[in-house]
């Protein structure tokens, strides 16, 4: 089809040897056409095994943090496509702990081969995969790592230095004399999310670090009921005047940056977290200064990727921590961040 000899585009395929460059696009070109993949998994087709797989994790749309997560996920179903895989989700919201009890309950209706977890209740988490551990069901972590638990692999960023950056480039952003806002998820069932709790620690021990320790404030919005956001956030601003510096701990930080666009905020600076679309826009119009950013969709990927091999060579013992780069974006280099653009 491409017009050149079986050996060259076995040189191509494995890229191995020299060709021209007129060949290689040649069967690049037809190699396309046909949708042709590389398959490494000849035993997995060969035994024709079909493989359970159940992710939990938070609900959310195109655009999102995690929905992003759930691209990368989908994007992993696609090139193992080749091994048979039965992959369902149990989503839930991550704003609600009894929705999060919910999911995982369900997650025993069928016996899953693994489970890939997106945690975001501590307490809620730990039952869980102490059951899984009791059942001998590996499971992977994203976004989150959980004390007092036993995954196969987790993919994560430090969410305490998360925090602690976030701190130094807030007081490395404002005046001398500043004081600053931390702004935290409401959620229902009064718990917090371990990032958050990390995320504020880090926070607290840079401010802790340069001397700072009565001039930060705490307060929280609604992602849940947003009409209620703008009152209280109005209310909590005017009786804080000096805030020259705004945390958002989680990636909802354009929710507050909206707000704040409506009043006077020229000289209030914000960071928050993730290149979502929301926060994508506020980046380019100026209410967000910068995003923390812990690649999502490479999470996502390489969960499933991990779960995959792990089933099909049982490589029992397998302990696999890996941490995300932290990226810090802002609106001078959003632009080289072309795999969030289509966001």
């Known amino acids: 089809m491409a017009g050149v000899s079986a050996g060259t585009v076995d040189r191509i395929i494995h890229n191995r040897g020299k060709v021209s460059k007129e060949s290689k696009a040649a069967v690049e070109k037809v190699l396309s056409e046909v949708g042709y993949r590389y398959n490494i998994h000849t035993s997995a087709v060969a035994l024709r095994k079909e493989f359970s797989i159940i992710i939990s994790m938070p609900i959310a749309g195109i655009g999102e943090y995690w929905g992003t997560i759930q691209k990368g996920i989908e994007h992993a179903l696609h090139e193992y496509s080749d091994v048979n895989i039965n992959c369902r989700y149990a989503f839930y919201n991550q704003f609600d702990v009894y929705s999060c009890r919910s999911a995982f309950e369900s997650i025993f209706d069928n016996t899953p081969d693994a489970v890939i977890i997106g945690p975001t209740f501590m307490e809620e988490t730990e039952e869980l995969c102490a059951r899984l551990d009791g059942m001998g069901i590996p499971y992977v972590f994203i976004d989150s790592i959980i004390a007092n638990t036993s995954p196969i692999a987790t993919f994560t960023t430090d969410q305490y230095t998360c925090g602690f950056l976030l701190g130094k480039m807030l007081h490395s952003i404002t005046p001398s004399d500043a004081e600053y806002a931390i702004f935290r998820n409401q959620r229902i069932g009064n718990r917090s999310s371990m990032n958050s709790v990390e995320r504020k620690r880090g926070f607290m021990d840079f401010f802790k670090s340069v001397g700072i320790k009565d001039r930060i404030h705490e307060t929280s919005f609604s992602v849940m009921n947003p009409e209620e956001n703008e009152k209280d956030i109005m209310k909590f601003m005017a009786r804080y005047p000096k805030i020259k510096g705004i945390a958002a701990l989680n990636s909802r930080g354009y929710i507050i940056a909206d707000i704040m666009m409506k009043i006077d905020t020229d000289d209030i600076r914000m960071v928050s977290f993730d290149l979502?679309?929301?926060?994508?826009?506020?980046?380019?119009?100026?209410?967000?200064?910068?995003?923390?950013?812990?690649?999502?969709?490479?999470?996502?990927?390489?969960?499933?990727?991990?779960?995959?091999?792990?089933?099909?060579?049982?490589?029992?013992?397998?302990?696999?921590?890996?941490?995300?780069p932290i990226d810090i974006v802002l609106k001078q280099n959003i632009d080289y961040y072309r795999e969030y653009m289509d966001l």
């Open 276 to 324: 979502t679309s929301n926060n994508i826009r506020c980046i380019r119009n100026g209410s967000i200064e910068a995003l923390l950013c812990q690649r999502p969709g490479l999470q996502g990927f390489l969960a499933v990727k991990t779960v995959i091999k792990y089933l099909l060579y049982s490589k029992t013992g397998l302990q696999q921590h890996t941490m995300m």
